[in-house]
């Protein structure tokens, strides 16, 4: 079954496996649609957990997983922790640590997260705010890895291209540019330096797993 990818901005996605959607870190949306049938957060800054974006694409009771500190601001969901696995019917997901090794913006210790998320035999992999990390270093069978190029909060377009060319994702998306931090040429550079193949998106466009 065909996997769509829908950059929203910034380091908002949509993620649509036949009748099971996904949201992850919705923020600023446009035009949102109460379609979501699971939200994922991965930590409580503003440009990624936001509660009327959450309510706006929430189809009836769609469940928030999230960073501990999400769920407790929130009042409500799950916890994921780093390395936990949940089984959600089709879907599996998994949490990967989030974190600056040498930077204050993103503890270790604050237990913020990336997401591996398993549908339909693919497995996506969405980043967070994080540098190129061991853990990300050692994932294996990615078939689409979003990855954070903006630098400052987050590791740059070099460093997420050599994260890249080490754990060997099928394809790759750049995101966390073109609001606060990073613009297109970071997108544009983590394309030319990393060695699999590469989609820039536009918000709003999307690209599609056969």
């Known amino acids: ?42 930590h409580s800054h503003f440009d990624h957990y936001s509660a009327p974006d959450i309510k706006a694409v929430s189809k009836g009771d769609a469940p928030l997983i999230g960073a501990a500190d999400v769920i407790k601001q929130h009042g409500a969901g799950r916890v ?17 640590p989030a974190y600056n090794p040498a930077k204050p913006f993103h503890p270790r210790a604050n237990q913020w997260l990336g997401f591996v998320i398993a549908i339909d035999g693919r497995r996506i992999y969405y980043a967070g705010d994080t540098d190129a990390t061991k853990e ?20 740059n377009a070099s460093e997420a291209a050599e994260a890249v060319n080490t754990f060997k994702p099928a394809r790759s998306v750049p995101y966390h540019w073109g609001d606060i931090v990073g613009d297109k040429a970071d ?19 999307s690209l599609t797993l056969e």
């Open 80 to 96: 994921l922790a780093p390395g936990q696995s949940l089984e959600l019917g089709r879907l599996t997901l998994t949490g990967v």
């Open 187 to 205: 997108a544009e550079r983590f394309a030319q330096v990393s060695h699999g193949p590469t989609t820039i998106l536009t918000p709003g466009q």
């Open 136 to 155: 990300m270093k050692a994932l294996t069978n990615i078939d689409l890895a979003l990855l954070p190029v903006g630098g400052t909060y987050t590791m």
């Open 1 to 42: 079954m065909a996997i769509t990818l829908t950059w929203l901005g910034h380091a908002s996605f949509r993620v649509a496996a036949g009748e099971t959607v996904v949201y992850i870190d919705p923020w600023k949306l446009k035009s949102p649609a109460k379609d979501a049938d699971l939200i994922l957060v991965s």
